[in-house]
């Protein structure tokens, strides 16, 4: 099968498109035939190997994980033993490990089904960037009705999503985002929209219940000035999603937990989990029409390079998708 594979660190030049085996799905798994991979800030990031520390856990000569790609939507091609939830022919979308290929194997419990009204590229675009917002916005925050929340760095992927689902639970949503973006993201949902080159949210007079950081390009400090009592940040950017390299994001991730804890503030940093439950709940977010996925541009899969590329530059809005085979 063709697959999408790195076998040194680099820039998104060093993929190239190769031969490789296919994977045989185990106790558990099912094999997937490849519709449609998005891409994640962290696949450019794992790519670079940086910082050097990094390299004892990612491979000290080179990468030990050389298949780019997580975000997968295709049919079930084959199931392995002790397989319940899905059969050959079956559409579904999830996560996996390589997904920029023809075929990928994953855990049943880290799929669903695809909902029929959705195409293979949207349901690409959902598993990362959109278990990040859910997770975040009702199990860290516990998002509540009539809440006032502000989502730094809404127009990308993960901010895309936490846009309507904010909106879903009855928030009022204020969004920051580049001049650019301001129209779409007040059409998925947004009351506000406000272009940061204008406008410092931290210097202004609006106070928030919740700020959901996915840029990290304030100083908790900063973002404190803008919290209502009891009001929480919720850290979701890191590197890969400005710019901002490993050792400077840790820092002040670190700091601002410190600082929130002398100040008596709120602070949580995110690491989202895939599970089968949340992809069904999107799933079902999905076909009541309270969340449609956001595509920036879809590439085929001998652009990987180029759509890896896009991502990492960090102004995509909302997501990118490489269609491997069959329809969108």
């Known amino acids: 099968m063709k697959a999408a594979v790195y076998r040194r660190y680099g820039p998104p030049e060093v993929i190239r498109i190769q031969e490789v085996d296919p994977p045989v799905p185990g106790d558990g798994e099912v094999l997937i035939a490849v519709r449609a991979a998005s891409v994640n800030p962290l696949d450019a990031h794992l790519m670079k190997g940086r910082p050097l520390i990094a390299r004892l856990a990612l491979g000290l000569t080179g990468p030990r994980q050389t298949r780019p790609g997580v975000d997968v939507a295709g049919i079930v091609e084959a199931v392995g033993a002790g397989v319940t939830r899905f059969r050959p022919g079956d559409a579904v979308f999830g996560s996996c490990r390589g997904a920029l290929a023809e075929y990928a194997c994953t855990a049943q419990t880290r799929l669903a089904a695809k909902p ?5 590229a949207q349901a690409a675009a959902i598993p990362v960037a959109g278990i990040t917002a859910l997770q975040g916005l009702r199990d860290k925050a ?30 009022e949503v204020t969004a920051i985002c580049s001049a650019r973006n301001l129209d779409m993201v007040r059409a998925i949902g947004a009351d506000r929209a406000v272009d940061y080159g204008e406008e410092d949210f931290t210097r202004g007079d609006a106070r928030y219940d919740l700020i959901f950081d996915l840029v990290s390009n304030h100083p908790f400090s900063a973002l404190r000035r803008a919290l ?10 890191g590197p890969g999603f ?3 390299g490993t050792g400077r994001w840790a820092a002040r991730q670190l700091g601002g937990l410190l ?43 001998y652009e990987t390079a180029a759509a890896i590329r896009e991502v990492a530059q960090g102004h995509a809005r909302g997501k990118v998708v490489v269609m491997v085979g069959g329809e969108g």
């Open 259 to 301: 600082a929130a804890r002398i100040a008596n503030g709120k602070m949580t940093l995110l690491m989202a989990r895939i599970s089968n439950e949340d992809l069904v709940s999107l799933a079902g977010m999905v076909e009541t029409g309270k969340v449609t996925p956001v595509i920036e541009s879809c590439y085929g899969l």
């Open 228 to 237: 209502a009592p009891g009001g929480m940040v919720l850290a979701g950017g």
């Open 242 to 244: 400005d710019g901002l």
């Open 142 to 171: 516990g998002i509540e009705m009539g809440q006032r929340v502000l989502i730094n760095g809404a127009a990308g992927g993960v901010g895309t999503f936490a846009v309507q689902i904010a909106k879903a639970y009855g928030a």
């Open 116 to 120: 029929p009204a959705l195409s293979f």
